[in-house]
């Protein structure tokens, strides 16, 4: 029997929308002249569930253009960060790693549109709604990954995710390239600091991290951007309370405190790097945004 997005969502619904949200702005990317990043399979979970069925898949069904604040602004600014993190991990295999780790992969689609080596292993690890949900519609397209194993980890990261990574045949004795993309300001503060201390249990020399974290608060100007306003209008996603209230924790310290070296940078250095995608406006609410790299010599 199919899973349906009642399924996907029981545990937390807004997560869930959140990543057919990112699937859908992949979906207008891809079939845009100069695309970022193209994901040929992105329209098609935005089209199997039922709460996004409806939603744009193609620049023709966002007749503003860039100009629309959520398919426009929004959606170049998930494209952008897919392409960075894209070639991010592609480094990381160039120099020599063979696992590959997503950390609440959500409906990414790397391990079936990017040209990875042989012999490289690539982990998803999510929640089984949507792991079941996103098998189901790569299945109906007979769909088949690029990397030598794929392999789909059922975990919540608030539980020991790390038992059900190595039960599949990860090797922490070997470089690693992880990637946490959207998912750290999702998470109470208490979990994301477990969950670096696992990723840092687990890495040997050689492995990669990448994540975007989010600095600072939000002030009353930016929490009224016209981004926040559009995105719950029109799919239903309330981003604002979705993010955890806490206080962040300083990652990056943490993570150089452990012995890694890390670089952050804001979405805007990779707008100017790859000359399109989103720039600085006035409260913004990218602003707070980072994308942090990190390696451990």
Known sequence: ?????????????????????VAAARAIETHRPDALARDAYAEHFVRAAPASARWPV?????????ADPLWGRLG?????RTRAL????????????????????????RAYRLDWPPDCALYEVDRPG?????????????????????VTVEADFRTD????????????????AW??????????SAVERDLFAVVDRLSCSGSTLAYEAEIGGESAAVRDNPVHTAVRERTGVDLLALSDAEPRPDTPADLTARGWSTTAHT?????????RGPLPEPDDTLAANRWVFAVRP
Not at 130 to 140: S, T
Not at 161 to 176: E, I, K, M, V, Y
Not at 267 to 275: I, L
């Open 1 to 21: 029997m199919g899973v349906g997005v009642d399924e996907i969502t029981s545990a937390n619904e807004g997560v869930a929308l959140t990543a057919l949200l």
């Open 58 to 66: 193609h620049p023709r069904d966002v007749p503003e253009g860039d």
């Open 76 to 80: 170049r600014y998930f494209a952008l």
């Open 86 to 109: 894209d070639d991010q991990l592609l480094r990381a295999v160039q120099l020599g790693a063979r696992q590959v780790v997503l950390l609440g992969a959500g409906l990414d689609a």
């Open 130 to 150: 949507v792991l079941a949900f996103k098998q189901r519609v790569l299945d109906g397209l007979d769909a088949r990954p690029r990397a030598t194993r794929r």
């Open 161 to 176: 995710w790390a038992a059900a990574l190595t039960a599949t045949g990860f090797q922490p004795d070997q470089p690693t």
């Open 179 to 188: 990637l946490a993309e959207g998912l750290l300001p999702r998470l109470p």
């Open 267 to 275: 979405p805007f250095e990779f707008t100017r790097h790859y000359g």
